[in-house]
C-alpha cells in the first residue's frame, strides 16, 4: 500500500492495524482504507447509536437472539430476556451496546458479539479492536460474496449485509451504491481490481 494514502488517515494507528489485519486475513489494505474513511474517517473513537438495527446476538446461548417485535426495538429498555455478560455490561449495557457501530470501521456491537468479542464495546474504539472485528467480519464477506460480486460485492455486503442489485437502477448499481462509490473514491484501487470479478 502507497504509504503516502495512509496519511488519508486520522489516526496513524489506523493504519498500521489495517495494514497488519489485511496482511492477515488476505485482503487488499487500500480497500480496507476505503471503508475505514467512508465508515469514520479513519477515526477510532467514532461511535454511533443505530436503535433500529435489529439484529441482536445472545452471548448466554451463543447464537442470534430471538427476533424482537417493533415495539421491543422502539423501547429504551431490553426485553426481560435479553442476556448480558455478567461483569463487562448490564442489560441495559449490552442492548444498547450492540445496537450501535463502534471504531474506524464502524462494526456493530452486535457482529462484534458474534465474532466472539466478549470485552467493553468502546474498547472496539481501538485501532487494534476495531479494525480486527471488522475485518473478521469483512472477511466473511470475502468468503460469501468475492467470486460472485468481486470487491465492490464486498463492499455491498459489508454495508448492507448481502450485495443487492437496485430494481431500476443503472445496469449494475447495488441499492447501496453511493457507499460503494464512496469506499471505491477513499481506496484509491483502480476501478479494474476494485469490480473485477472473480478469483484474483
Same mark, same amino acid.
Given at each position: 500500500?502507497?504509504?503516502?494514502?495512509?496519511?488519508?488517515?486520522?489516526?496513524?494507528?489506523?493504519?498500521?492495524?489495517?495494514?497488519?489485519?489485511?496482511?492477515?486475513?488476505?485482503?487488499?489494505?487500500?480497500?480496507?482504507?476505503?471503508?475505514?474513511?467512508?465508515?469514520?474517517?479513519?477515526?477510532?473513537?467514532?461511535?454511533?447509536?443505530?436503535?433500529?438495527?435489529?439484529?441482536?446476538?445472545?452471548?448466554?446461548?451463543?447464537?442470534?437472539?430471538?427476533?424482537?417485535?417493533?415495539?421491543?426495538? @422502539?423501547?429504551?429498555?431490553?426485553?426481560?430476556?435479553?442476556?448480558?455478560?455478567? &461483569?463487562?455490561?448490564? $442489560?441495559?449495557? *449490552?442492548? !444498547? +451496546?450492540?445496537?450501535?457501530?463502534?471504531?474506524?470501521?464502524?462494526?456493530?456491537?452486535?457482529?462484534?458479539?458474534?465474532?466472539?468479542?466478549?470485552?467493553?464495546?468502546?474498547?472496539?474504539?481501538? @485501532?487494534?479492536?476495531?479494525?480486527?472485528?471488522?475485518?473478521?467480519?469483512?472477511? &466473511?464477506?470475502?468468503? $460469501?460474496?468475492? *467470486?460472485? !460480486? +468481486?470487491?465492490?460485492?464486498?463492499?455491498?455486503?459489508?454495508?448492507?449485509?448481502?450485495?443487492?442489485?437496485?430494481?431500476?437502477?443503472?445496469?449494475?448499481?447495488?441499492?447501496?451504491?453511493?457507499?460503494?462509490?464512496?469506499?471505491?473514491?477513499?481506496?484509491?484501487?483502480?476501478?479494474?481490481?476494485?469490480?473485477?470479478?472473480?478469483?484474483?
Amino acid at each position: 500500500m502507497r504509504a503516502a494514502h495512509l496519511h488519508t488517515l486520522a489516526d496513524q494507528s489506523v493504519g498500521r492495524s489495517i495494514v497488519y489485519w489485511a496482511d492477515i486475513h488476505n485482503i487488499p489494505a487500500e480497500l480496507v482504507v476505503g471503508i475505514a474513511m467512508a465508515e469514520s474517517r479513519g477515526e477510532p473513537s467514532l461511535w454511533r447509536a443505530e436503535p433500529k438495527y435489529p439484529y441482536l446476538y445472545d452471548v448466554k446461548k451463543l447464537g442470534p437472539f430471538r427476533g424482537c417485535t417493533a415495539g421491543e426495538l @422502539a423501547a429504551s429498555r431490553p426485553p426481560a430476556d435479553f442476556p448480558s455478560i455478567r &461483569g463487562v455490561s448490564s $442489560r441495559a449495557t *449490552e442492548w !444498547w +451496546g450492540q445496537r450501535a457501530s463502534w471504531g474506524p470501521m464502524q462494526v456493530m456491537g452486535g457482529v462484534a458479539r458474534e465474532h466472539g468479542f466478549r470485552k467493553a464495546f468502546p474498547l472496539l474504539c481501538t @485501532a487494534s479492536r476495531g479494525v480486527e472485528y471488522g475485518m473478521i467480519h469483512l472477511a &466473511g464477506f470475502r468468503e $460469501r460474496y468475492f *467470486e460472485k !460480486w +468481486g470487491w465492490a460485492g464486498v463492499v455491498a455486503a459489508y454495508n448492507y449485509g448481502h450485495p443487492l442489485r437496485a430494481k431500476g437502477g443503472l445496469g449494475d448499481d447495488f441499492v447501496n451504491q453511493k457507499y460503494v462509490d464512496r469506499v471505491k473514491k477513499h481506496s484509491l484501487m483502480t476501478a479494474e481490481a476494485f469490480y473485477k470479478v472473480g478469483g484474483g
